[in-house]
């Protein structure tokens, strides 16, 4: 058993981080919803895709520290390390951004995850060598397969079901704002409290 989670969206929650941060930058007014696709969304409407995908780059970048877990999703962890269920996390994340100031994602992403007591024996104790940040998609999909997760648990559903997703891997999609309820072969959990009812760890 090889419990695979991706990271962005699955493990870490932006939506309230991506709202402050676009309202300090003076791109959106406060009355926008607090959600990462409505930001996108009015940044688009307006033809703002540049300053969209500058912001990218400062949030995972320079503002990475002050992104939310999800709720539930820490104690996973805990739990797996634990009771000795291997867990690992894969994720697709470009190493820079494509527009902005140069921050290193990846680095940001880790010392996230440090400050979130991943790699603390006290608290979570993953081995930081569990943890993957490939750089194209392909990667990521060869990853889980070489790793040999058995589940993997993803927010997109479009990723879940690429033609080559390693198979005998159980998928499940994280949809936590329910947007895929339908349309889909995937096994689903809206939180992380279901995920621990698909799997037991």
Known sequence: M?????????IVRYDE?????AVEENLIPASVPVSKEKVRDYLRSLGK?????????LVYGARMQE???FPGVLEF??????????????SHKTRYPYLGHPWDLHAAARGWLESQG???AERIGLSPDRVYFELTKQEKLARIGKNGCTQFIDDL?????EANFPAGVDRILFDPQNHHLSGHPLSRAASWAEIEQLISC
């Open 17 to 21: 981080l991506f709202h402050r941060v």
């Open 118 to 120: 991943f790699f603390d």
């Open 157 to 161: 559903p479009e990723f879940l079901t």
């Open 77 to 90: 962890f805990a739990r797996c390390v634990k009771q000795q269920v291997p867990v690992c996390i894969v």
């Open 67 to 69: 992104a939310a877990a």
């Open 2 to 10: 090889l419990i695979g989670v991706d990271f962005d969206n699955t």
């Open 49 to 57: 895709e540049e300053d969209w995908t500058k912001m990218q780059g």
